[in-house]
C-alpha cells in the first residue's frame, strides 16, 4: 500500500486538474505508478519556469513512484503550438540532439536514476517517433482524430480565424505525437500518467484517449497550475530574461540573487514547489521569517538549497560570498580570487595595465565610477568613496601594491550602491 500521492502532490500546490481524481487517488494508493513528463529541446538549458514539472517528477519518485522524463527529441523536431501566436523556427537535428544532452544531465540534478525499482528513466521519443512510417501513422493513430476535435483547441481556432495568421498541418499534428507518446510509453514502459503544465490538459487528455481506444488502458492526467510572482507575472523571468538552470547562460551569482530577491508573499508556495521540507518546517520557517523579513533568511535559506542542488554547493559557497561581500556582511579582504573573478563578471569591472600606484582620483575616473577627477575629490570630501570596503578621507590618497586584494584586485565603491573592481595586471 503506497500513500495517496495525489494528495500529498495537490497539498503542496502542484495540481490545477486531476483526471478521474477518484480513480486516481486509488491508483497511487494500490500500485507504483509510472508517470512522464515530457520536456522541449528548443534550447540548451531548461530554465527556472521548468522547476515545477521537474519537481512535479522528482516528488513523484519521493513517494515512491517511478518517473519518466522524455526529453522531445521527435517532437522538437516540431514544436508545441499551444500558447504559441506563430510558428517557431525549426531546429536542426544536431542542435535539438546537442541540447537534449545538457537537459538530461541537468535532470539528473533533481530524479535519481539509480534508486532501483522506482529509479528515475530518461527517455528521447525521436527514438521511436523516427521509426514510424507515414502511412502506418495516418491509419493507426491519425484515424482517432477528427479534424473538429483538432480545430476547437483554442490556440488553432485563433489562428485559423486570424486572417493575419496561419497554423500549418505540421503544428496541427503535434497534438496526435504526443498522444502517441503517451500511448507508446503505455505498452513499452507501463506508463499510466501524464503530467505537464496547465496549457498541456488537451493534449494530455488526447494521449488517455488514444491509449483507450487504441491499447483498452486506463491513463490519467495531472496539470500543474501556471505559476505567477507577486506581480502577477511569469515566474522564472528576470529584467534581462529568463533564469536558466545552465552557468553559461544565468550565472551562478544570478541564479542565486534570483532567489535571494523573492517576494515575501511568495515564499510559502516556493517552498512547498521546490524543496522537500516537511509542511510543518515550512510553517516554522516563514513564521520565523515574518517577525524578521528585513533579515531574509528564508530567501537565503531557498537561494542555498536550490544554487546547491542546480550547481553544486562549491558554487552556491561562492554565490553566498559574493552576495555576502556586495550587501557588507563580509570583508572584502576576505575573498579570495575565485570569488573576486566571480564578482567581476558581475559588477562593472575595468583591467589596467601596469603595477598599482596612482592617485585614487585617477582610479576612480578610469573605472567609470566617477565623470572626472573634480567629482572624485568632491565625493571623497563627501565621504562617499570606500576602497576595499574602507571610507577614504584624503583627496590625495594614493594607491599602490599594499592595497591588492587577492589577483590583484581592488574594489571601490561610489555611494551606497555603485560598486566596482578593478584588477591590476602587474
Known amino acids: 500500500m503506497h500513500c495517496n500521492a495525489l494528495k500529498v502532490l495537490r497539498e503542496r500546490g502542484f495540481v490545477e486538474w486531476s483526471s478521474h481524481t477518484e480513480e486516481l487517488e486509488g491508483h497511487f494508493m494500490n500500485n507504483m505508478v509510472t508517470g512522464y513528463i515530457g520536456f522541449d529541446p528548443s534550447a540548451d538549458s531548461l530554465h527556472v519556469g521548468n522547476l515545477v514539472a521537474i519537481m512535479g517528477l522528482a516528488w513523484l519518485q519521493k513517494l515512491g513512484h517511478k518517473p519518466i522524463a522524455i526529453a522531445g527529441g521527435g517532437t522538437g523536431r516540431i514544436g508545441d503550438p499551444s500558447g504559441k501566436s506563430a510558428e517557431r523556427n525549426l531546429l536542426s537535428e544536431e542542435k535539438i540532439a546537442s541540447n537534449v544532452a545538457c537537459i538530461a544531465k541537468q535532470l539528473e540534478q533533481f530524479l535519481d536514476f539509480a534508486s532501483g525499482e522506482n529509479s528515475a528513466t530518461l527517455l528521447n521519443n525521436n ?141 510559502e508556495k516556493l517552498y512547498k514547489l521546490f524543496t522537500f521540507m516537511e509542511l510543518d518546517e515550512i510553517g516554522a520557517l516563514i513564521a520565523a521569517h515574518n517577525e524578521k523579513p528585513h ?21 552556491a559557497k561562492r554565490a553566498k560570498d559574493a552576495s555576502a561581500v556586495l550587501f557588507g556582511e563580509m570583508e572584502i579582504r576576505a575573498a579570495d580570487k575565485a570569488l573576486l573573478d566571480m564578482l567581476a563578471e558581475e559588477i562593472p569591472f575595468a583591467q589596467i595595465e601596469g603595477k598599482a600606484e596612482g592617485a585614487l582620483t585617477d582610479l576612480l575616473v ?56 578593478v584588477r591590476f595586471t602587474k
Open 295 to 315: 533579515l531574509r533568511e528564508a530567501q537565503k535559506k531557498l537561494a542555498w538549497d536550490l544554487t546547491t542542488r542546480v550547481h553544486g554547493e562549491e558554487a
Open 366 to 421: 578610469a573605472s567609470g565610477g566617477c565623470a572626472s577627477k573634480g567629482e572624485a575629490k568632491r565625493k571623497i570630501k563627501e565621504g562617499g568613496v570606500y576602497l576595499n570596503g574602507e571610507k577614504v578621507s584624503d583627496e590625495g590618497r594614493q594607491v599602490t601594491s599594499e592595497d591588492l586584494l587577492d589577483g590583484g584586485y581592488v574594489q571601490l565603491r561610489v555611494g551606497k550602491k555603485d560598486f566596482r573592481l
Open 127 to 267: 527514438d521511436w517517433l523516427r521509426e514510424e512510417r507515414y502511412i502506418e501513422f495516418l491509419r493507426d493513430t491519425g484515424k482517432y482524430f477528427t479534424v473538429n476535435f483538432l480545430i476547437n483547441r483554442e490556440y488553432v481556432r485563433s489562428r485559423v480565424m486570424d486572417p493575419d495568421k496561419s497554423i500549418t498541418y505540421t503544428e496541427l499534428s503535434y497534438i496526435l505525437l504526443q498522444a502517441f507518446d503517451f500511448n507508446h510509453l503505455y505498452n513499452n514502459y507501463g506508463c499510466t500518467l501524464q503530467m505537464g503544465g496547465n496549457d498541456q490538459q488537451v493534449n494530455i487528455m488526447a494521449g488517455m484517449d488514444l491509449t483507450r481506444k487504441k491499447s483498452g488502458g486506463q491513463c490519467y492526467g495531472i496539470t500543474f497550475p501556471l505559476l505567477l510572482n507577486a506581480q502577477g507575472q511569469k515566474f522564472g523571468k528576470s529584467e534581462s530574461g529568463a533564469i536558466y538552470l545552465s552557468s553559461t547562460r544565468t550565472s551562478i551569482y544570478k541564479f542565486y540573487q534570483f532567489w535571494i530577491n523573492v517576494d515575501d508573499s511568495d515564499l
